[in-house]
């Protein structure tokens, strides 16, 4: 019995979750293999850091539309492996501004090549689905930006009252 799938609808978040720390875990695997000392968990803020050049957290966060705790954490990971370095923002001393190390823009350079491997697996991977599932995501969260899942609940929930 897997109560996961058994619950369909129910357990849509965990499923996605899931599905996202098997890749995770494996593109990571992979980084390993190759004696890279990188997480695949840290990949957007240092492509971000790579385009952008220095960031506080805050812009991070709404760059990538991740909270600001989760990206607290990634860049506490990310700075103790030496990939970023941290500065206190000229304008407002309680933040930090944060750009990559030399550390950093090596470890993007040397990733660079399995980058495009990983863009072509995963390419590959989501021709197998049925549908276009890159769009129905987009789609999915276009409609969560029109109305979140908690203002359809509530919604839901007064109907029922």
């Known amino acids: ?23 995770s875990q494996d593109v990571s695997r992979i ?6 000392d990188f997480e695949a ?37 990310m700075l103790e492996h030496g990939l970023m370095k941290a500065s206190p923002d000229p304008r407002d001393a309680r933040r930090r501004l944060l750009s990559l190390s030399a550390s950093g823009k090596n470890m993007y350079k040397r990733i660079g090549p399995m980058l495009q491997v990983i863009r072509e697996e995963n390419r590959k991977w989501l021709l197998q689905s049925s549908g276009d599932l890159l769009r129905i995501l987009g789609e999915l969260e276009n409609a969560l930006d029109d109305k979140s899942m908690y203002q359809r609940i509530r919604e839901g929930l007064s109907r029922e009252v």
């Open 1 to 23: 019995m897997n109560i996961v799938h058994e619950l369909e609808e129910l357990a849509l978040a965990t499923r996605l979750k899931r599905l996202g720390e098997r890749l």
């Open 41 to 77: 968990r840290w990949f957007l803020i240092l492509e971000l850091l790579s385009r952008k050049k220095t960031m506080s957290i805050t812009e991070i966060s709404d760059a990538l539309q991740i909270s600001h705790p989760a990206v607290v954490q990634l860049a506490d990971q």
């Open 31 to 36: 980084y390993k293999e190759s004696s890279l």
